[in-house]
């Protein structure tokens, strides 16, 4: 069984660039939440897809956007990147929606905007 | 009262000590309690997770205590070992909420 995978696992942007993270989510598991967490702080909620849909988001701006592919990967798109955005990306994987279950999270990609 | 709050903020703990880690909610309609472990560099791991229908689940060295009364929860480590350092991070969610709302975080730190 294949764990939750994401990349890159570091990036460098400037502010006002783009960027794309991606994730694959745990065989089995339909999905995929997006967190961030800033240093020193706990994990903080952006999106959760399910079946491709957004199926809920945290306070974060609309530049903040995602997506999911139908063997339920998915990406985490941010625009116009700000210096407040570096931090640890995190993808959660998990067998059904809702936030009562399991959720298997990733590695990270740590994102560092200058 | 979306908050869950975590104390102490780091914790410093001889090699088999016992470890305790508290946290409180406020959100009644939470129904799901998980314990994640975090390395640096590392994601978040699940250690052991509790529902409020029992007051206690012991995983090994691991003991999650609930308390539905008071709105708190917390992680008892027992046997407290070096390879046990990390930041432990409460969570809490529920089937009608998208998200897990995580503390803030407890650093520990066992010494042989």
């Known amino acids: 069984e294949t764990g939750v995978t994401q990349s890159p696992t570091h990036l460098i942007k400037t502010r006002g660039q783009q960027v794309t993270l991606r994730c694959s989510s745990q065989s089995g598991h339909n999905t995929v939440s997006w967190y961030q967490q800033a240093l020193g702080q706990g994990p903080q909620f952006i999106f959760q897809?399910?079946?491709?849909?957004?199926?809920g988001r945290g306070n974060f701006p609309p530049r903040f956007s995602g997506l999911q592919f139908p063997n339920y990967s998915s990406e985490l798109n941010v625009n116009a990147l700000e210096l407040d955005d570096s931090a640890l990306y995190l993808c959660a994987s998990s067998p059904r929606q809702g936030a009562d279950n399991e959720q298997f999270f990733g590695p990270g990609t740590r994102l560092t905007v200058l | 009262q979306q908050q869950v709050k975590q104390s102490p903020q780091s914790l410093i703990v001889q090699k088999g000590g016992i470890s305790i880690i508290n946290c409180a909610y406020e959100n009644t309609a939470f129904d799901y309690f998980p314990w994640y472990q975090q390395f640096p560099g590392k994601g978040p791991a699940l250690l052991i997770a509790?529902?409020?229908?029992?007051s206690e689940k012991k995983e090994g060295r691991f003991t999650i205590s609930f308390n539905k009364s008071a709105k708190q929860f917390s992680l008892h480590i027992m046997d407290s070992q070096p390879g046990d350092s990390a930041t432990y991070f409460c969570?809490?969610?529920?089937?009608?909420?998208?998200?897990?709302?995580f503390g803030t975080g407890t650093r520990l730190q066992v010494f042989p």
């Open positions: 509790i529902r409020p229908d029992v």
């Open positions: 969570a809490a969610g529920s089937y009608n909420t998208d998200k897990l709302i």
């Open positions: 897809y399910y079946r491709e849909e957004e199926n």
